[in-house]
């Protein structure tokens, strides 16, 4: 079992940055694939990265690609978003999950676990 809180959600201006963080309690964390999705009000939800258990392969959605960046430390069971010149297209609830295949994936129905989400507003 593995339980997931996002933190880091919040108002920022178009061209700013945010970071998003998100905590997973148990052991296994380091055995997951770890990855980021967000849903904006009326669409449905959407990939936006992803990251290896090893951190080695990462992966983003076109959208995000040059201006996201997903990370991990395993030692604090903690996957961070960085996000940087934002749109106002951006502007989502954010979700991470936890994939317990370990490679990485685009595929929503692969990941096990969800957080409950932060929500990123960036204003024009």
């Known amino acids: 079992q593995v339980q997931l809180v996002e933190s880091g959600g919040g108002l920022v201006q178009a061209g700013g940055s945010l970071r998003l963080s998100c905590a997973a309690s148990g052991r296994t964390f380091s055995s997951y694939a770890m990855g980021w999705f967000r849903q904006a009000p009326g669409k449905e939800r959407e990939f936006v990265a992803a990251i290896s258990w090893r951190g080695d392969n990462r992966y983003y959605a076109d959208s995000v690609k040059g201006r996201f960046t997903i990370s991990r430390d395993n030692a604090k069971n903690t996957v961070y978003l960085q996000m940087s010149s934002l749109k106002p297209e951006d502007t989502a609830v954010y979700y991470c999950?936890?994939?317990?295949?370990?490679?990485?994936?685009?595929?929503?129905?692969?990941?096990?676990?969800w957080g409950q989400g932060t929500q990123v507003t960036v204003s024009s």
């Open positions: 999950a936890a994939d317990p295949g370990g490679l990485g994936t685009r595929t929503q129905h692969e990941y096990d676990y």
